[in-house]
T-cell receptor, first 112, second 112 residues
Framework: AQKVTQAQTEISVVEKEDVTLDCVYE???????LFWYKQPPSGELVFLIR??????QNEISGRYSWNFQKSTSSFNFTITASQVVDSAVYFC?????????FGTGTKLQVIP | NAGVTQTPKFRVLKTGQSMTLLCAQD?????MYWYRQDPGMGLRLIHY???????AKGEVPDGYNVSRLKKQNFLLGLESAAPSQTSVYFC???????????FGSGTRLTVV
């Protein structure tokens, strides 16, 4: 069985603060993929990043960065200098053996 | 623009009525999926398809049927709608190899 846990249901930060969204996963497979998706208030779901289980290199894309640690089964997402446009629900997902499991999401509110 | 198109965007059904949701993608993706999104429950997989003419059950398939007669289209049918099927439905597609989903804009379905 596989599982994705996003323990933070809702987070509020003031604009320009840094914020980290946690994602912890469980799987018995050695080959798997991890994803983050963003769902802004408009409702669409947008792919942000994909990481495979053999690549633990952290990734940075502008104000976004991702920290993948197999030792703790975590794939955390950090937004630096948050902006109001970052307000959204963020989903972490795990794909293994063609089965994809989503976490229940973290709602991020950035207050101006 | 390339992507995934869902129709309709909104629909209200009476209990017992039937309807079909259409998903069309123009990216030549092999895999297609239907998810439902309910508050506090994240995204749950209804049915999926790994190629033209093939479909398989997901996590919550009861009350739904699907067909993929053409590679670019994936239809979701509700034969006899129930209030428990009130939800937001998302279609997604991806190329073979777990590269991450491209989602449609969603269909908000209310069953009264």
């Amino acid at each position: 069985a596989q599982k994705v846990t996003q323990a933070q249901t809702e987070i509020s930060v003031v604009e320009k603060e840094d914020v980290t969204l946690d994602c912890v996963y469980e799987t018995r497979d050695t080959t798997y993929y991890l994803f983050w998706y963003k769902q802004p208030p408009s409702g669409e779901l947008v792919f942000l990043i994909r990481r495979n289980s053999f690549d633990e290199q952290n990734e940075i894309s502008g104000r976004y960065s991702w920290n993948f640690q197999k030792s703790t089964s975590s794939f955390n997402f950090t937004i630096t200098a948050s902006q109001v446009v970052d307000s959204a629900v963020y989903f972490c997902a795990l794909s293994a053996y063609q089965k994809v499991t989503f976490g229940t999401g973290t709602k991020l509110q950035v207050i101006p | 623009n390339a992507g995934v198109t869902q129709t309709p965007k909104f629909r209200v059904l009476k209990t017992g009525q039937s309807m079909t949701l259409l998903c069309a993608q123009d990216m030549n993706h092999e895999y297609m999926y239907w998810y439902r999104q309910d508050p506090g429950m994240g995204l749950r997989l209804i049915h999926y398809s790994v190629g033209e003419g093939t479909t398989a059950k997901g996590e919550v398939p009861d009350g739904y049927n699907v067909s993929r007669l053409k590679k670019q289209n994936f239809l979701l049918g509700l034969e006899s709608a129930a209030p428990s099927q009130t939800s937001v439905y998302f279609c997604a597609s991806e190329p073979r190899g777990a590269y991450g989903y491209t989602f449609g804009s969603g269909t908000r379905l209310t069953v009264v």
